[in-house]
């Protein structure tokens, strides 16, 4: 019997969300995840950045990987700094204030508890 699973999972891979989540829901599977902020793509340091500098950045193995997924999720810049600055508007709402790396865990933590 599997007790738990691990996988990838963030606001820009959502795989999970096909059927997996669903499935270990059912068949009360626990999931731990990784990847949350992307490598640190989903967090402050990238707000802003214009996207050759932050092509620059992926200075590991580790984050030319979650470049991929995002990447896959969309190749457009803007699309991405907008999430970015949606996470930061979203954090700056909450007592006390939060970054775009920990709303971006909170919001992965939320998919986990429905």
């Known amino acids: 019997e599997i007790e738990a699973n691990q996988v ?9 969300e096909v ?8 068949k009360r ?6 990847g949350v902020v992307g490598g640190g793509l989903l967090s402050d340091s990238f707000l802003g950045l214009p ?15 979650y470049w991929s997924s995002l990447q896959r999720w969309s190749s ?9 600055g949606t996470l930061q508007d979203i954090g ?17 933590l939320r998919q986990l508890d429905d």
């Open 8 to 16: 990838q999972y963030s606001l820009v891979d959502r795989r999970p």
């Open 19 to 26: 059927r997996l989540l669903a499935y270990c829901r059912e």
């Open 29 to 34: 599977i626990k999931l731990t995840v990784f």
């Open 51 to 65: 996207k050759g500098q932050a092509m620059q950045r992926l200075d590991s193995v580790s984050r030319r990987m």
């Open 76 to 84: 457009d810049w803007d699309l991405f700094q907008r999430l970015l």
């Open 92 to 108: 700056k709402r909450k007592t006390p204030p939060l970054n775009v790396a920990a709303v971006a865990c909170l919001w992965v």
